[in-house]
């Protein structure tokens, strides 16, 4: 049993036109993928996917990127990416999985999974990017809810280990706000996605910083490769 995270799919099953093979290093990557995922995970094991799942802009346009994810092995936890148009209510998107016949899929959003001794926890966090818009009240609710997933698995004595979309660190931004959130509960592991192509890869935090070590798991970064933690 093992626990693995890859970020950003953008899976274009239902919507090609869609695809990001049309991007340097994305040739083949829905395929890859999958020849990745099958080589390296078991119906055992668990994989985290921080966001930018599907390119589908309702849940039922990204029904086939679920359908494509619940087939491939293992328990698949989804936190929602800036690109995630089909996001809903839990109530909905638990529904939704449910009718679908969706059942190695399951939601982190204001709460947290169980992983042995460790909590698996995050949210999609808020932009700390040059050339993207912020708003102070988006931001205000994502570190509420990464409060909230981060209390849920203390408040069981679990070890907590933080998967996000956007980077709490980039180049020389910093969201504070959310790096608060980090420091306060003395979170060691951050794995978060979003970033694109070498030059910005080349931007991010990688290492360990004050304490926290940042891990990015985009999919082209990896190669598409599941990426294992545990």
């Given at each position: 049993m093992s626990l693995f995270v890859?970020?950003?799919l953008h899976l274009c099953q239902s919507t090609p036109s869609k695809t990001m093979s049309v991007f340097a290093g994305w040739d083949n990557y829905q395929e890859r993928i999958k020849e990745n995922w099958e080589k390296l995970i078991s119906d055992e094991d668990t994989i985290v996917l921080?966001?930018?799942?599907?390119?589908?802009?309702s849940m039922a346009e990204a029904a086939a990127d679920f359908r494509f994810i619940n087939e491939?092995?293992?328990?698949?936890?989804?936190?929602?990416?800036?690109?995630?148009?089909?996001w809903n209510t839990m109530h909905k998107m638990e529904a939704f999985l449910s009718s679908e016949g969706f059942d190695t899929i399951k939601i982190l959003h204001n709460n947290h999974y169980r992983y042995g001794e460790y909590g698996i926890c995050g949210t999609r966090g808020w932009v700390s990017m040059n050339?993207?818009?912020q708003d102070e009240k988006v931001l205000k609710r994502e570190v509420q809810r990464l409060e909230t997933s981060i209390q849920s698995a203390l408040s069981e004595n679990l070890?907590?280990?933080?998967?996000?979309?956007y980077p709490p660190i980039f180049a020389s931004n910093f969201?504070?706000?959310?790096?608060?959130?980090?420091?306060?509960?003395k979170i060691e592991?951050?794995?978060?996605?979003?970033?694109?192509?070498?030059?910005?890869?080349e931007l991010c935090v990688t290492n360990t910083y004050d304490d926290v070590n940042y891990h990015l798991v985009s999919g082209d970064y990896l190669q598409f490769i599941p990426e294992k933690i545990l």
């Open positions: 890859l970020s950003d921080p966001g930018d799942i599907s390119w589908g802009m491939l092995p293992g328990t698949k936890i989804i936190i929602k990416g800036n690109h995630d148009y089909w050339g993207e818009t070890k907590p280990i933080v998967f996000m979309h969201n504070y706000d959310i790096l608060e959130v980090l420091y306060r509960n592991h951050c794995y978060y996605g979003h970033v694109h192509g070498r030059h910005l890869h």
